[in-house]
């Protein structure tokens, strides 16, 4: 009687559990696919794989990631179907095949969150003086197609993140590019009236497709008006942070959860076997 009454609820448990877990799996998809569309463009890539976190490159790393959260995604929708049938109408060998796969999946998102934890703390250590290291060897000029792909990355990093420099960029004498080959070269291109210039793609009002016409020159001459002040680094982290919470939230939730799933379909599927 009381084995029927766990399995009743069991199953209850199970077709609501799974409906949730639908719900989680399409948002863990769609977070993912926002983060590889949408914040990582293969223009910005080569900046940020100049920066290598614990032995991986940070751009590579970031994609990876994203990848990994869209096929969770993708798996959890596909395995909530088998929990909705298996559990609504005792299908034993769906039971038992869920089953396995929540525990894969399970591993799964314990591996990737602790993966995730992993790169937030070296971000904090490492990332900050990578980055300035990058723009301080790399960066040449403004322009989106030198020959220098990593200086192209950063044109598109400060156009797409709304960012400029690595640091914040407080004024024409407090900013990040003094020391870059875009002005030691040739001083005369980035230094003007005592100060440093900025590149015209930290400018506000201005896209990928204008901003070397159309940027103001009070903003990257003077740096003054409108312009990004903030440094990449903060952007970077920001993103990270913003997305990361997102992934880690929802990974937690599924993860308490999916161990209930298995206890009860392993109770279903051994009231199902002696019916």
């Not at 991986?56 to 929708?77: E, P, Q, R, T, W």
């Amino acid at each position: 009687m009381a084995q029927g009454g766990c399995s009743k609820f069991g199953k209850v448990f199970l077709v609501i559990i799974n409906l949730v877990f639908l719900v989680l799996g399409l948002g863990l998809l769609i977070a993912g696919v926002l983060v590889k569309i949408n914040a990582l463009s293969s223009d910005v890539t080569p900046a940020l794989n100049s920066v290598e976190v614990a032995g991986y490159k940070l751009g590579d790393l970031a994609n990876n990631l994203s990848i990994v959260f869209i096929v969770i995604g993708a798996f959890i929708v596909l395995v909530s179907g088998l929990g909705l049938i298996g559990g609504c109408c005792e299908v034993r060998w769906m039971l038992v095949v869920y089953a396995i796969l929540v525990l894969i999946l399970l591993i799964m998102k314990i591996a990737a969150v602790a993966l995730w934890f992993k790169m937030r703390t070296d971000f904090e250590e490492t990332v900050k003086e990578e980055l300035f290291k990058s723009l301080n060897d790399e960066y040449e000029n403004d322009f989106l197609n030198s020959t220098n792909p990593i200086s192209n990355a950063w044109n598109y990093a400060f156009l797409t993140f709304d960012c400029c420099g690595v640091n914040p960029v407080m004024n024409k004498t407090d900013n990040d590019f003094t020391a870059t080959p875009w002005c030691t070269k040739d001083p005369g291109t980035c230094h003007q009236m005592g100060g440093t210039m900025i590149p015209r793609s930290c400018c506000t009002g201005v896209d990928q497709s204008n901003y070397i016409a159309n940027a103001n020159p009070e903003c990257y001459r003077d740096v003054k008006g409108k312009y990004n002040e903030m440094g990449c680094y903060d952007a970077v982290k920001d993103l990270i942070s913003t997305y990361g919470n997102v992934f880690i939230a929802i990974s937690i939730v599924v993860m308490v959860v999916e161990v209930f799933a298995v206890l009860f379909a392993i109770i279903i599927c051994r009231q199902a076997g002696s019916d």
